[in-house]
């Protein structure tokens, strides 16, 4: 893939780079992200060339140029290394992805198997060696730029603004889910693993329980198991080394009067929202930039989350514990429990 594009002289924009000698603007960049992350994480800088010119996610090349402890506010990042920027005609720039990530081991350092927990919504670029005349929209030092990742291109600069991270995309967890048993179908509720759609095999389940009154709770264990694993998400796509857990909500008549599901037993309901079947998915955490890129744009989370049964396809909907799921004659099961 190209290097990033920059807009030229035609871009319509007013100069703002300041000429050799006359002092360059103070190179302060400002960091926001949720209060539940505290006043201080570790972020991770990223070169745009090394993450488009890679195609696989565990090589070397992609690991950050760099690592630091950011305070959220204001904060001074540390100044790329010549090697880190390219060289275009009147300028030498360099652009840089950040990425929160859970520095377990306290080094500052991005390694294998840190859960990355956000990336940020605009990248950095940073410029100097500046010919005004022929780049009359940049500034020396740190600028906030947008970027097509697919392209290249660079959308917009801007001297200010922040870097914030608002798509958090690691170790998400699902509330418990009230369920109203508007017709008393069923006598237990469970989560039936996609992989034993058939009841071939019923052992072990992650919730199996007994279902009384007219509503109830379900709650999702922290932990899928590992004889639920496969390596395929809910609608059948595969993506690098991932393995998913895919759970489908369903109530059934215990036909053996066994305690606990088993083949014997007759499948009576799904569990619904407004009708439509729901599933738990677990799925990784990123611990490489190029997952974490892939999770941002896809609009997925690590961890637990709520989908829902739409056509021939599945979309993750956000529960809250205000949501009221049903079971019963108008909630029919997942497809792949029919």
């Not at 992200?33 to 994480?41: I, K, L, N, Q, R």
């Amino acid at each position: 893939m190209a290097s990033a594009t920059l807009p030229g002289c035609n871009g319509g924009q007013e100069a703002n780079c300041e000429p050799e000698g006359s002092g360059s603007r103070s190179p302060i960049v400002t960091f926001s992200w949720s209060a539940e992350f505290g006043d201080e994480s570790t972020i991770a800088f990223y070169s745009f060339d090394l993450i488009n010119n890679n195609t696989a996610s565990v090589s070397p090349e992609t690991s950050p140029l760099w690592a630091e402890a950011v305070k959220k506010g204001e904060h001074t990042p540390t100044q790329p290394s010549v090697d880190a920027l390219f060289t275009l005609e009147g300028a030498k720039v360099g652009l840089f992805l950040p990425a929160m990530f859970l520095d377990e081991d306290n080094d500052y350092a991005h390694e294998a198997n840190e859960t990355i927990i956000s990336i940020a919504d605009k990248f950095l670029l940073y410029a100097t060696d500046i010919d005004c005349s022929l780049w009359p929209d940049l500034s020396e030092g740190w600028s906030y730029a947008t970027v097509d990742m697919a392209t290249g291109v660079i959308s917009s600069i801007d001297d200010s603004g922040e870097i914030s991270f608002n798509n958090y995309i690691s170790d998400s967890f699902i509330p418990n889910i009230e369920v109203l048993r508007a017709d008393g179908q069923g006598d237990r509720v469970a989560l039936i693993p996609d992989l034993w759609g058939d009841l071939s095999t019923t052992k072990p389940l992650l919730l199996d329980e007994e279902i009384t009154g007219s509503s109830y709770l379900l709650t999702v264990p922290e932990w899928p198991i590992d004889e639920h694993l496969q390596p395929y998400d809910i609608n059948g796509d595969r993506y690098s080394d991932w393995f998913y857990s895919v759970e489908l909500f369903a109530t059934y008549w215990d036909t053996d009067l066994s305690m606990d599901l088993s083949s014997e037993d007759e499948i009576a309901t799904g569990v619904c929202l407004e009708g439509v079947p729901l599933a738990a998915v677990h799925t990784p955490n990123a611990d490489t930039i190029e997952e974490a890129i892939y999770m941002t744009q896809a609009s997925l989370s690590g961890g637990w989350s709520v989908w829902r049964e739409i056509g021939d396809n599945w979309e993750p909907v956000e529960l809250t514990e205000e949501d009221k799921a049903e079971s019963g004659e108008s909630c029919p099961p997942p497809s792949g429990l029919l």
